[in-house]
């Protein structure tokens, strides 16, 4: 009788894998990453930041449609291919919505769009001012999946290139919280003794501070922008790390298999990163999970604040900010959708922050 052994890593995938919700939370966030890196490409307005204003029609319910006509502009904006690709279009073109045009004698007429029914000005240019006299060509309809903004920008635009800071800012944020608390909680749990206590000091003085407050602080003090909110963010989220690591590592220091390696001669550097941290990873992949989720509801808060990523930068947490008055003048949908999406993010986050604590966990 033959008898095929499997590993703990092989047996926490299988009980992973039967977790319906930790799966599909998970390819959801792969989804969701995929989407904030080619955001441009999935873009129906792939400027950059997805900035194209038009006043005139601003605040417009999903599914507007509008006829749109595009002034070629003479100014050089070449851009390298993985340029336009990762950071949109440079687009110095102007695009004016329109309610009808004619041509005549060499003269494009047309009707500035003008909402409430109002009758948009006539204005007239010459079909000379386009490439090869094409006139037509730089006239199409428009549709308006999500609405438009306050501003007149495509919501939809704006909410996929939202989800690169959303989405990344988990990515750093987590990464800095690792690679502090993993060293702060290593050092902490390994020597003990007055290391150990001043490490705690500092732990709690950081952990009685709202985290919050904290990351205002510390935003305020490395200024306003994309990567200060980043490093902000990841510097207040150590914490939990640290005290996780430090207290798995004080329960398995004097167990045998780290005696044997100390007896073996090995220094203190190995012990702890060859023996005793691949040990303790799972509690710590758990609480980076919901690490994720945090960073994410912090983001949004900073940038609903305005202290977060900056205009014209698109950002969940701005976009409610700019429209939450909305809800009360009959245009909700402005603020809920990237409600909606950050929602669905951090539960997708906590989802598999669940799915892997159930599939880590040795007693189950």
Request: charged letters at 15%.
């Amino acid at each position: 009788m033959s008898y095929k052994s499997r590993s703990l890593k092989q047996l926490a995938l299988q009980k992973f894998k039967h977790n319906f919700w930790g799966v599909f939370s998970f390819y959801y966030i792969i989804f969701v990453g995929i989407v904030s890196l080619f955001a441009y490409v999935f873009a129906p307005d792939n400027s950059q930041h997805a900035n194209q204003m038009h006043v005139s029609i601003h605040s417009k319910k999903p599914g507007f449609k509008v006829t749109m006509l595009t002034l070629p502009s003479q100014l050089n904006t070449k851009q390298s291919y993985f340029d336009k690709l990762f950071f949109g279009k440079i687009n110095a073109d102007t695009e004016i919505p329109i309610t009808n045009y004619q041509i005549k004698d060499g003269v494009l007429i047309y009707k500035e769009y003008v909402s409430d029914s109002i009758e948009g000005e006539e204005k007239t240019i010459l079909v000379d001012a386009f490439p090869n006299n094409s006139a037509p060509d730089y006239i199409k309809e428009k549709t308006f999946l999500f609405g438009t903004d306050k501003y007149g920008r495509d919501l939809l635009s704006r909410v996929l290139v939202g989800a690169r800071i959303s989405f990344f800012i988990g990515f750093v944020a987590v990464f800095i919280a690792l690679v502090i608390g993993v060293f702060m909680g290593s050092i902490a749990g390994y020597f003990g003794g007055k290391i150990d206590a001043f490490i705690m000091w500092i732990i709690n003085i950081t952990w009685s501070i709202p985290t919050l407050l904290l990351v205002i602080a510390i935003t305020l003090a490395l200024g306003k922008g994309f990567w200060q909110v980043f490093i902000a963010v990841g510097l207040t989220m150590w914490v939990e790390v640290a005290r996780v690591v430090r207290g798995q590592i004080m329960s398995v220091k004097e167990m045998q298999y780290v005696t044997a390696a100390r007896a073996l001669g090995y220094n203190n550097f190995r012990i702890i990163t060859k023996h005793i941290l691949p040990n303790i990873m799972a509690p710590v992949i758990v609480i980076s999970a919901a690490n994720f989720a945090a960073a994410i509801l912090i983001e949004s808060g900073l940038s609903f604040l305005g202290i977060g990523a900056q205009p014209p930068m698109a950002s969940w947490g701005a976009m409610i900010k700019d429209h939450y008055n909305y809800i009360i003048l009959g245009k909700p949908y402005l603020a809920i959708i990237p409600g909606l999406c950050i929602m669905s993010l951090v539960m997708a986050f906590m989802l598999v922050g669940n799915a892997l604590r159930d599939a880590l966990d040795v007693k189950g």
